[in-house]
C-alpha cells in the first residue's frame, strides 16, 4: 500500500495534523468551555454579592419584601437566572419571581447549606435535585449579619443557555480547523510531491545510466536541497559520460598500441621463415623484432603502473634524498643521447646539496620522463637543456627547459592524457608509448605535489614540479 516516498510522507503528515488538530481542539474547547463558566460565575457571584446589602436591609426591615422582590426580578432579567433566599436553616423565604413561588418553605440540600454556611461560596454545575429539569449552574453566596452568616443567597442559571454560546464557539472552532486541514492538505501534497517527484526521477535516470545512457540529465529548477542534489547527480553523469568516452578512447588507443608492433613482429617473423633470406637481413629482422617487443614489454609495464597509481594500490616509500644528486645522475643516464644530438646542458642549483622528501625511484622516473621526452623533441644544433631548482616557501621548485620545437597552446591541456603525443604527423617519427607524462602527472599527484609546463611553439618547453622539503 505505502510502495512509494509520496504516499508514506503524505499520510505520515496528515496523522501528524490530525493529532495536532485533536489535541488543539479539544484545549481549546476545555479551555473556552472553563472560562465560559468562570465568568459566568463570577458574574453571578458579583450579582449576588451586591444582593447582599437589600437582603441585610430587609431582614433589619429597613426595605420590604416587595422591593426585595423587585430587585430580585431584576437580577433574574439581567442574568436570566433564578435566585433564592434561605435562612439559617436552608428554608427558602424569597424567590425572584411569582413563577417560583412554588420554593418557598422548602430546604436546599444539607450538603450545600453546611457549605455556604461555614462561609464558602459555593459553585457548582449539573442537575439540582432534579428541581429544574435541565443542568444548571448553581452559586451559593452567604449573608453576613453581625459578622455571622445566618442567611444565604442561591442563583440558578440555566447551563442550555451556556452550551448554545458554547456550541457557536465550537462549531468555529472545527469550521476553522477544517478549512485549515484542507489548506494543509494541499500544501503537503504539493510538497511531497516536489520531494518525491525528483527521487522519482533521479531513480528513473539512474537505472537509464546504468543501462549505458550516459547522455541522460535531470531537468529540475530548485535550488533547495534536492536542487543541489540534482545538479551533483548531472555532474556525476556527466564525468561517468566523460570516463566512458575516457574508457573507449583508451581501449581504442591500447589496441592501436599494440597492434603496431604486434603486426610489425608478425610481419618479420614471416621474413624470417624465408628459406633464402640473408644472414646479414635475418640479422637485421631479429633486432626489429627485440626492439618492438621491448616496446610492447615498456607499454605494459608503463599501463601496469599507471593502473596501480591511479587505484591507489601503489605505496610511496618517502625518504629524504638530494634532488641536486638525482638530477646529475639522471643527465649523466642520457650522456650517450645528448652527445648524439649534440645538445648542451645548462644546470642552476640555488642550494646544492637540496634535501627534499619523496620516494626516490618515483621521483627519479618523473625526471627521466621529461628529459627524454626533452631530447625526443630537440633536433637543432643549437639547442640546450636547462635544470634548475631553488626554494620557495619552504617547497623545492625543479625546472627542466628545453629550447625545442615547443607546444601548441591548444595541445597544452591534452600532453598528460594517456597516449597522447601532439602533432601526429610527427608522432610516428618518435617513438614512446605516449604515456610517459601521464605517468609523471599521477607521480607527482601522488605525492600531494604540483606540476604544471609553460611552453610557446618553436621556443621550447619548461616543466616545473614541486616537492616538500
Avoid at 616557501?393 to 591534452?414: H, P, R, S
Amino acid at each position: 500500500m505505502f510502495n512509494s516516498l509520496f504516499k508514506k510522507m503524505t499520510v505520515v503528515y496528515l496523522i501528524v495534523i490530525l493529532i495536532s488538530f485533536a489535541i488543539l481542539g479539544f484545549s481549546l474547547i476545555k479551555m473556552f468551555e472553563n472560562y465560559y463558566f468562570d465568568k459566568r460565575s463570577e458574574a453571578l457571584v458579583e450579582e449576588g454579592q451586591k444582593l447582599n446589602i437589600t437582603v441585610i436591609k430587609y431582614l433589619n426591615n429597613q426595605v420590604s419584601y416587595e422591593r426585595l422582590r423587585v430587585e430580585l426580578e431584576s437580577i433574574e432579567r439581567f442574568l436570566n437566572s433564578k435566585i433564592w433566599v434561605i435562612d439559617n436553616f436552608g428554608v427558602i423565604y424569597g424567590v425572584s419571581s411569582e413563577s417560583e413561588e412554588k420554593w418557598i418553605g422548602k430546604q436546599v440540600s444539607e450538603s450545600d447549606i453546611i457549605s455556604v454556611f461555614s462561609g464558602q461560596t459555593v459553585t457548582k454545575r449539573g442537575e439540582y435535585d432534579e428541581l429544574f429539569g435541565g443542568p444548571v449552574l448553581t452559586v451559593g453566596i452567604p449573608i453576613y449579619i453581625n459578622s455571622k452568616v445566618q442567611n444565604a443567597v442561591f442563583m440558578h442559571s440555566p447551563i442550555y443557555e451556556i452550551n448554545e454560546t458554547l456550541n457557536e464557539i465550537y462549531k468555529l472552532i472545527l469550521t476553522s480547523m477544517g478549512i485549515s486541514l484542507i489548506i494543509a492538505t494541499l500544501l503537503i501534497y504539493y510538497t511531497s510531491q516536489r520531494i518525491s517527484k525528483p527521487i522519482t526521477e533521479i531513480n528513473k535516470i539512474t537505472r537509464k545510466i546504468a543501462s549505458g545512457e550516459f547522455q541522460r540529465r535531470l531537468v529540475i529548477k530548485s535550488n533547495d536541497e534536492i536542487g543541489q542534489l540534482c545538479n551533483s547527480f548531472n555532474d556525476m553523469a556527466k564525468e561517468l559520460e566523460k570516463l566512458e568516452e575516457m574508457r573507449k578512447g583508451f581501449i581504442a588507443d591500447v589496441s592501436h598500441e599494440l597492434r603496431s608492433p604486434l603486426t610489425l613482429i608478425k610481419g618479420y617473423i614471416k621474413g624470417l621463415m624465408d628459406v633464402e633470406l640473408s644472414e646479414e637481413k635475418r640479422n637485421e629482422y631479429v633486432d626489429i623484432i627485440h626492439e618492438e617487443t621491448e616496446r610492447l614489454t615498456e607499454l605494459i609495464n608503463n599501463l601496469l603502473d599507471l593502473s596501480k597509481m591511479e587505484s591507489g594500490n601503489y605505496p610511496l616509500n618517502i625518504v629524504s634524498f638530494d634532488i641536486n644528486e638525482l638530477l646529475r645522475r639522471n643527465i649523466i643516464k642520457f650522456g650517450n643521447k645528448l652527445e648524439e644530438k649534440n645538445i648542451d646542458v645548462e644546470v642552476d642549483f640555488t642550494c646544492d646539496p637540496l634535501l627534499v622528501k619523496g620516494e626516490k625511484e618515483s621521483i627519479s622516473q618523473v625526471v627521466s620522463n621529461i628529459i627524454d621526452n626533452a631530447i625526443k623533441f630537440m633536433n637543432n644544433k643549437d639547442d640546450k637543456l636547462i635544470i634548475q631548482t631553488y626554494i620557495k616557501e619552504n617547497k623545492a621548485y625543479v625546472c627542466i627547459k628545453d629550447t625545442g620545437m615547443g607546444i601548441q597552446k591548444k595541445e597544452l591541456e591534452n600532453i598528460w592524457k594517456r597516449f597522447y603525443k601532439g602533432d601526429k604527423s610527427r608522432s610516428r617519427q618518435i617513438k614512446g608509448t605516449g604515456l610517459g607524462l601521464s605517468i609523471v602527472k599521477e607521480i607527482i599527484k601522488n605525492h600531494g605535489q604540483n606540476i604544471w609546463v609553460e611552453s610557446e611553439a618553436g621556443k621550447g618547453t619548461k616543466f616545473t614540479f614541486t616537492l616538500d622539503t
